[in-house]
């Protein structure tokens, strides 16, 4: 339903204004206020939006010829209108003597996951908001925030729904259909290492996987190549972040996609602004940027994680701009690297820390020397890279103590939980493990899970298909000198 107030306006512009034309009062809608120019487009808009479900036979009058905008929905109507416009396959489930009109929509909306078949669903209970985008998200396979981002553009109340609110919203959400056919409609290069996207429709999730989408990406006869898969951008219908290696500065790419579509795109020579950097383990250091300065990671932008990443995802536009200014998107490091220079020594090649870009609200990517190599306290360290370029770039290497494992206990036959002595406040965890020698002569490892730290304890999981034995006493210390582990132990069960 729409605000009571954009109603009252709505109902008042048509006893002035139909189809365009002037009535008496001889108002122009020029001198009309912007709001109400707004409201009539709105409700000319629900109007095509409902024709356009009575055209695909989703929607149907009352017997009289009145569509009935204004009339709320029922959950079972609602479910309907969902199956129908965004074309779920229909349940197997044959119908039965006795069925319900609405029972075969309903089992079809519980084996696409929109219903929870093991709770209460009332379907002549009025719908509201906050679940028909609930249901459009899962029927669409993407996340819930972009869902309820248009409904804010389409200016929907969320505590009821009308038949022209469902109809307004289907019509949008029709649009995010997933399709193996789905074209490219435009590519541009936003820096170095990034390429934005749109298609006509959504890519099936097979599709947007990494190998496949390596393999229908072709830049360059392969000279050019995804680092990762492409990640829909949430509040978008179609538009998806694109990593790949860094881009030559002034050169042209050429993309094939699928083999069938061919662009030819400017590469970008703009890198990614970091701020600074600073040291934050024997072996590894961070270097941060901030979305204030215009720079954000995208995992804040992305369908995929705006789920875990609470009011800190937010929505660009269609420009990337956010609040009106320019926004800077780092895609994906996966598999980046960086140089690191000691005063008066020779650059090292350090390689970035997976998952470690965009966590705790903070974007500090973090980068770890090779295997034995430390830090030397008191020395100077200097950070360059080809993709971005640092306000300051150097820091001074200081003694830094490893973190403590308190204890360790054991979740199931292949997990562990490994609790520090303290919240180190951020992920260092990544890529560490942990070996177990077991009071039956055996060695085990185990390796973090990543993202999976909730303050000073993070889940570390059995390597090479081994698994705890009931009755064994495992002894833990760390793999590496990460950590440090005294009399550390547990019997597993």
Excluded at 288 to 293: G, I, P, Q, V
Aim: no cysteine; proline share 4%; glycine share 8%.
């Amino acid at each position: 339903m729409r605000k009571a107030n954009q109603k009252a306006v709505i109902l008042g512009l048509s006893t002035i204004i139909a189809g365009g034309a002037l009535l008496p009062y001889q108002v122009s809608a020029a001198s009309l206020p912007s709001a109400v120019r707004q409201q009539d487009v709105i409700a000319n808009s629900t109007q095509q939006a409902i024709q356009h479900l009575i055209d695909k036979a989703v929607l149907h009058g009352y017997g009289n010829g009145q569509m009935m905008a204004d009339q709320l929905v029922t959950n079972a109507e609602l479910v309907k209108l969902i199956v129908l416009t965004l074309e779920l396959t229909p349940s197997s489930q044959p119908v039965q003597p006795g069925d319900k009109w609405y029972d075969r929509y309903l089992n079809t909306a519980s084996e696409h996951g929109l219903i929870d078949s093991g709770s209460e669903f009332l379907p002549n209970k009025p719908a509201d908001g906050t679940q028909m985008a609930s249901m459009i998200a899962k029927a669409l396979q993407r996340d819930i925030k972009s869902v309820q981002y248009w409904m804010e553009q389409l200016q929907l109340d969320t505590s009821h729904v009308t038949r022209g609110d469902a109809a307004s919203l289907l019509v949008q959400a029709e649009k995010a259909i997933r399709s193996a056919s789905a074209q490219i409609v435009s590519i541009k290069a936003l820096n170095q290492i990034t390429f934005e996207v749109t298609f006509n429709q959504p890519m099936t999730l097979e599709d947007e996987a990494t190998a496949a989408a390596q393999a229908n990406f072709n830049f360059n006869e392969g000279n050019l190549k995804l680092v990762n898969q492409p990640r829909l951008k949430t509040g978008s219908v179609a538009t998806y972040i694109v990593p790949v290696q860094t881009m030559e500065p002034g050169a042209t790419y050429t993309l094939k996609y699928k083999g069938e579509q061919t662009f030819e795109v400017p590469a970008s020579d703009e890198k990614i602004r970091m701020s600074g950097t600073r040291q934050v383990a024997q072996d590894t250091f961070e270097v941060d940027s901030f979305r204030e300065n215009g720079v954000i990671d995208y995992g804040y932008l992305i369908s995929a994680y705006s789920g875990g990443r609470g009011a800190n995802a937010i929505v660009l536009d269609e420009n990337n701009r956010w609040d009106g200014n320019p926004i800077q998107v780092i895609s994906s490091l996966a598999t980046r690297q960086a140089t690191l220079t000691p005063e008066g020594g020779e650059p090292i090649t350090v390689s970035y820390v997976g998952f470690t870009q965009s966590t705790d609200g903070k974007q500090e990517p973090k980068f770890r020397l090779p295997q034995g190599t430390l830090l030397e306290p008191g020395v100077t360290y200097t950070v360059s890279s080809d993709w971005f370029t640092l306000e300051n770039d150097s820091f001074v290497a200081d003694t830094i103590a490893p973190l403590e494992i308190a204890s360790v206990s054991q979740t199931d036959e292949i997990t562990l939980k490994v609790e520090l002595t303290a919240d180190p406040g951020d992920e260092l965890f990544a890529y560490r493990s942990i070996q177990l020698e077991g009071s039956d002569g055996t060695t085990l490892t185990a390796q973090y899970k990543v993202q999976t730290r909730s303050g000073a304890a993070g889940v570390f999981e059995l390597q090479n298909g081994a698994k705890l034995v009931p009755g064994v006493s495992y002894e833990v210390s760390p793999l590496g000198n990460w950590a440090t582990a005294e009399a550390v132990q547990f019997e597993a069960k």
